[in-house]
């Protein structure tokens, strides 16, 4: 089987230093992993809240050491509790200053305290009463404006629905359900289905998942059927990868797109859900 090019690739999903959890990279290295691949960009995520500031500073890094190449790094805003929760002036700045991606709560999501059995008297809602929290209104505005994306993160199949219908309501074009694959999320394939059959939702389908313990699952087998099923321009290829469990980020990345080869999807439809789609996304040309 013909041997995929990592040249182009976008991941709007990695993980990097600093962090409270060690990660394998930080945003330096992953800089130069990026650049000796030839990647086109990646936007890095926290769950502290936003790393927009991260993404500028690592792309005067890149030119400084690296000179003239492709490269670019995205930041992007978590709601957890830390910044506020669903809190629009964060969503602001944040975009302000150039973040592509306005996460909704990750730890700090009520499905995500249920599923982990810890106390959830402090969960970041971002539905009450079957209504999206008025402040989410706020936050879809200014994701429009900004031509920003959103992103489901850690809540509920439930309110996922919610939270996507409301969205697609207020102008909100580029929605994507973050790893519905993993066991937090929990969400069905016939849910997947119906929110992309619904709402032209995009699906990020992620290398691993996180099973505790330090044990991570390859979701590579499961990947490959969602794209079959609900086709691959509905899905996008990330590896939300970082963790020091699994391999560094450029080799997840090639590893995950040359199982996608070995297994029949056509390198233009590779090239697509990681190439192509995030460029959209991001509003970049590839």
């Known amino acids: 089987m013909e041997k995929v090019s990592m040249r182009g690739v976008i991941d709007m999903h990695v993980h990097t230093n600093p962090d409270l959890r060690l990660r394998a990279y930080d945003d330096f290295q992953l800089c130069d992993a ?29 030119q400084i050491v690296h000179g ?75 994701i429009k404006d900004h031509n920003a994306v959103l992103g489901t993160a850690h809540v509920s199949p439930e309110d996922a629905f919610t939270v996507v219908e409301a969205a697609r309501k207020a102008g909100v074009e580029k929605v994507v359900v973050t790893h519905p694959e993993w066991w937090i999320v929990g969400m069905s394939v016939e849910d997947q289905i119906r929110l992309v059959k619904d709402y032209d939702v995009i699906l990020e389908r992620c290398f691993a998942q996180n099973m505790g313990g330090g044990k991570y699952k390859s979701n590579l087998p499961d990947n ?23 391999p560094n980020w450029e080799i997840a990345m090639e590893q995950y797109l040359q199982y996608l080869a070995d297994n029949g999807i056509p390198q233009e439809q590779i090239r697509y859900m990681s190439h192509t789609l995030p460029c959209k996304l991001l509003g970049i040309e590839p």
């Not at 709560?105 to 249920?114: D, F, G, I, M, V």
């Open 34 to 62: 990026a650049v000796r691949v030839g990647a086109r960009a990646i936007v890095i995520k926290t769950h502290l809240g936003n790393t927009t500031a991260r993404a500028i500073m690592a792309n005067r890094y890149n």
């Open 68 to 142: 003239d190449n492709d490269f670019t790094m995205y930041g992007s805003v978590t709601l957890n509790r830390c910044v506020g929760g669903i809190n629009p002036a964060a969503v602001e700045n944040a975009l302000k200053l150039g973040a592509k991606v306005v996460w909704l709560p990750t730890q700090s999501a009520r499905r995500h305290l249920e599923m982990m059995k810890q106390p959830t008297d402090k969960a970041v809602d971002v539905v009450r009463d079957g209504k999206v929290v008025p402040e989410l209104l706020d936050v879809f505005q200014l």
């Open 224 to 246: 490959l059927e969602i794209i079959r099923t609900v086709g691959y321009k509905n899905v996008m290829t990330d590896t939300d990868g970082g963790q020091t469990e699994n």
